[in-house]
């Protein structure tokens, strides 16, 4: 099931976690986190991509930076 932001917000607020401290634990810059929550970035790719499906906003698949080379295989 796709999220809101606000959905996402929601669940911050009721763990008690901040929105910073998920980017950090996560190994994302927070202002990226924010833009992403306040639909300031699209979240097509790279960080922003990942950002957004690991929150729950957007279906997709996280690759790997170690497995992009071979991601596509025909």
């Known amino acids: 099931m796709i999220r809101t932001s606000e959905d996402v917000k ?3 607020k009721r763990k008690g976690i901040s ?3 998920w980017a ?5 810059q927070p202002n990226l986190v924010y833009d992403i929550l306040a639909a300031r970035r ?3 790719r790279g960080q922003t991509h990942k ?4 929150l729950g906003l957007k279906r997709g698949e996280i690759v790997d930076d170690r497995e992009i080379a071979t ?3 025909a």
């Open 10 to 12: 929601n669940e911050f």
């Open 19 to 21: 929105i910073s401290q």
């Open 24 to 28: 950090v634990a996560n190994g994302f």
């Open 42 to 44: 699209n979240p097509t």
């Open 51 to 54: 950002i957004a499906v690991k």
């Open 71 to 73: 991601a596509i295989n």
